[in-house]
C-alpha cells in the first residue's frame, strides 16, 4: 500500500466529497435494509391474524398498505441514494483520473530527450492510460464498494442480532467460507485475465508493426508467413480467453450454491425455531432477504482486494516516472535576450546509454548571423552539435558559450524560442498544413505562413492540394512526399523568425536545382542569424562563411569553400565527386 500513499494528496483535495459520499453511502445502506424488517412485520401481521391475535380484518389491511407504500417509498428513496453514491464516489474518482494523467503528462513535459530514449513509447502511453485507469479503480469503486460492504455488514449484523442472535450465527456460518473460496477463485482470474491482457498486447503489436510494415511485407511478398505466425498468436491467446471463462463460468455458479446453502440454514434453523414458538414465519423471510443483501459484498471482497493489488502495482510503476528528475534544468528564470553567438570549446561528449563518444575535443567560434556548415561522415557526430546547441544534452566535456556565457547559465525557454530546427527526419502532426507550418508560431497570420512556404518552396505543392493550406496531414490524410515533408518543416522552422537556425540535412530528399532554389531563398531569410546547415552535399556548404569536417567526432578540415577545395582531403574528394556526378 505504500505506493498509494502517493494517492492521499488527491484524497485530501476532495475530501469533501468523500465525506458526503460516505455519509450518502451509510443513508442508501440504512434504506436498503429497511425493506427485510418492514416485510417480516407485514408477513407477522398476517399470521397474527390467522392466529386470530388480530381479528379486525380492516385493520390488517391497513397495516399491510402502510407496510407496501413504505417498502416502496424506502426502496424508491434507497434508489435514489444508490445513485447519489455513485455520482460522488464515481466522479470524485473521475476528477482525481484526470489531475493523475495531467500530472504525468506535465512531468513528461519536464523530463529530457534521455528519458525518451530509455523508455519505450509503449511504456510510457501505458503509465498514462492502463495504469491510471487501474489506479482510478481504487480511488472509485473500490473505494465505494468496500464503503459499502463495511456499512452493510456494521448495520445488517447489528439487525440480525437484535432481531435473532441465535439464528443470525447460523446464518453467516457460510459466510467466511464464501469469502474464501471466492478470493481464491478472484485471484485464478486476475491470474488468467492478465495473461489474456498480455496476449491482446502481443496480438496489437504484432499487427501494429505489420499494418506500419505494409509495404515492406507486400513487396517481400510474406503475406502468407505473417498469417501464419498470426494465426499462432491468435491460437494461443483464444486458448488463455477459454481458460479465463472457464474460471469465470465457476464464480456465479458458487454464489449460488452459497447462497443456496445459508438460505437452507435459515429455513432449516428458522423453522426449527419456529415450530418451538421462539420467532415468527416473518423472522425467517427477514433473514432470508438478509442472506440475499449481504451476499454481494462479501462477493466483492476478492474482486476490492486484486483491485487493489493491481492499482498498487500500477501507481509503483507511475511513481517511478514522477519521481524522476530531468536532467537538463533551467538555470536561470529571467528571460534572456539572445543575440546567437555559439562557441564551442574543447567539447567531448559520450552518450550515457551506448558509451559512444560521438563528439572529441570540437572548438569552433560561430559569430551571431553566420553559418557554420558542418560535414562529414554518417555517424561522425554531426546531429549531436546541434542537439548540444539546443541543449537536449549536456556536454561531458569542456564548454559551450552562447553570447559568450556558458549555456547552461541562460534560460532554457528563450534559448529554445530562439532556435528554429528543421530535423533530418521531420514530423509532422496529423493537422492541416496550416497548422503544421504554425507550429513554429501559434499566432502567425496567413501572409506569414504562404510566406514560410514560399521561402521554403512548398507553397505551390500546398496550393496544387484541392483544399490547399487546409489540407489534413497524416494516417487518415494526405501523405506528402519526403521532399515536400522537409520543405513543410523548413517553413514551420522559419516562420518562427529565430535568431538562431538549424538544418539538419534537411534538403537530402529534394533534387539539386530544388535545394538550389530554397537555399537562395534561405539565405535571404536567414540573414541575421546564427545558420547551422549540416549535408552531405557541398552545394549546400559551399556559401556558408565557415565550414567544419568531421571524422569520428573530431574537426579534420575548417575553413570556407574555396579554402577547403584548394587543400587535400575529404572536402575537396567531395566536391570532385559531386561535381563529376552533375556533368554525368
Ligand atoms: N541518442 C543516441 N544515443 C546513443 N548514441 C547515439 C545517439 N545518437 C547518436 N549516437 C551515436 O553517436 C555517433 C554520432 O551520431 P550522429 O547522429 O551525431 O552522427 P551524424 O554525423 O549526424 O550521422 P548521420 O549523417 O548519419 O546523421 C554515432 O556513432 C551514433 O551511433
Redesign the pocket.
Known amino acids: 500500500m505504500k505506493a498509494l500513499q502517493y494517492l492521499n494528496k488527491y484524497f485530501s483535495k476532495y475530501k469533501w466529497r468523500i465525506i458526503i459520499g460516505l455519509l450518502i453511502t451509510i443513508l442508501s445502506k440504512i434504506l436498503t435494509l429497511q425493506v427485510p424488517k418492514l416485510i417480516r412485520n407485514s408477513f407477522n401481521v398476517v399470521e397474527d391474524y390467522l392466529k386470530e391475535n388480530i381479528t379486525n380484518l380492516e385493520e390488517v389491511k391497513h397495516q399491510l398498505l402502510i407496510n407496501v407504500l413504505l417498502i416502496i417509498g424506502v426502496a424508491l428513496l434507497g434508489g435514489f441514494f444508490t445513485f447519489l453514491m455513485r455520482q460522488t464516489i464515481i466522479v470524485t474518482s473521475r476528477l482525481i483520473e484526470f489531475d493523475l494523467k495531467n500530472e504525468i503528462y506535465q512531468q513528461y513535459q519536464r523530463l529530457s530527450l534521455n528519458f525518451y ?1 530509455k523508455n519505450r513509447t509503449g511504456d510510457l502511453m501505458n503509465r498514462i492510460s492502463e495504469d491510471v485507469s487501474k489506479v482510478r479503480m481504487y480511488v472509485g469503486p473500490a473505494i465505494m464498494y468496500s464503503m459499502n460492504m463495511i456499512v452493510l455488514f456494521v448495520v445488517g449484523f447489528t439487525q440480525m442480532v437484535r432481531v435473532d442472535p441465535k439464528l443470525t450465527l447460523y446464518t453467516l456460518i457460510p459466510f467466511p467460507l464464501l469469502s474464501i473460496s471466492i478470493f481464491i477463485l478472484s485471484k485464478v482470474i486476475h491470474k488468467r485475465s492478465t495473461i489474456v491482457q498480455q496476449y491482446l498486447s502481443k496480438l496489437t503489436t504484432y499487427n501494429q508493426e505489420f499494418f506500419s510494415g505494409i509495404n515492406v511485407v507486400k513487396s517481400y511478398g510474406i503475406e502468407a508467413s505473417i498469417i501464419k505466425d498470426f494465426d499462432q498468436i491468435a491460437d494461443e491467446s483464444k486458448q488463455k480467453n477459454i481458460n479465463l471463462q472457464k474460471a469465470n463460468a465457476l464464480f456465479f455458479p458458487l454464489m449460488i450454491l452459497l447462497i443456496g446453502i445459508s438460505n437452507l440454514i435459515v429455513i432449516y434453523i428458522g423453522g426449527l425455531q419456529y415450530i418451538n414458538g421462539e420467532i415468527q414465519s416473518g423472522v425467517i423471510i427477514e433473514f432470508i432477504m438478509y442472506v440475499n443483501i449481504l451476499t454481494w459484498p462479501v462477493a466483492v471482497v476478492g474482486w476490492v482486494t486484486s483491485m487493489i493489488q493491481q492499482a498498487e502495482a500500477s501507481q509503483a510503476r507511475i511513481n517511478e516516472f514522477l519521481q524522476e528528475e530531468p536532467e537538463i534544468t533551467n538555470n536561470n528564470q529571467e528571460l534572456t535576450e539572445i543575440n546567437g553567438k555559439i562557441t564551442f570549446k574543447n567539447v567531448t561528449f559520450t ?1 550515457d ?2 558509451n ?1 563518444t ?1 563528439l572529441k575535443n570540437i572548438s569552433f567560434i560561430v559569430n551571431e548571423g553566420e553559418t557554420l556548415a558542418i560535414l ?10 546541434i542537439e548540444l546547441i539546443s541543449r537536449l544534452y549536456d556536454v561531458t566535456e569542456g564548454e559551450i558559450l552562447l553570447d559568450d556565457k556558458p549555456i547552461e547559465q541562460g534560460n532554457l525557454d528563450a534559448i529554445r524560442n530562439q532556435i528554429g530546427f528543421v530535423p ?1 527526419d521531420p514530423f509532422l502532426f496529423s493537422d492541416t498544413i496550416e497548422n503544421n507550418i504554425k507550429f513554429g508560431k501559434e499566432d502567425a497570420t496567413e501572409d506569414e505562413i504562404i510566406n514560410a512556404a514560399k521561402n521554403a518552396d512548398v507553397h505551390k505543392n500546398i496550393i496544387d492540394f484541392p483544399k490547399g493550406y487546409k489540407t489534413i496531414l497524416g494516417e487518415r490524410g494526405v501523405t506528402l512526399s519526403g521532399g515536400q515533408k522537409q520543405r513543410v518543416s523548413i517553413a514551420r522552422a522559419i516562420i518562427k523568425q529565430p535568431k538562431i537556425l538549424i538544418f539538419d ?1 534537411c534538403l537530402s530528399a529534394v533534387d539539386t536545382e530544388t535545394e538550389e532554389k530554397i537555399l537562395s531563398n534561405l539565405e535571404r531569410v536567414s540573414k541575421n542569424k546564427t545558420t547551422f546547415i ?1 549535408s ?1 552535399r557541398v552545394s549546400s556548404a559551399k556559401n556558408a562563411d565557415k565550414i567544419i569536417v ?1 571524422d569520428d ?1 573530431k574537426i579534420i578540415q575548417q575553413g570556407t569553400h574555396n579554402q577547403l577545395i584548394t587543400e587535400k582531403g575529404y572536402y575537396k574528394d567531395l566536391y570532385q565527386q559531386q561535381l563529376l556526378e552533375k556533368e554525368i
Open positions: 530514449k552518450y546509454d551506448t559512444i560521438a562529414g561522415k554518417t555517424g561522425s557526430g554531426k546531429s549531436t552539435i533530418q540535412d549540416i552531405h568531421l567526432g
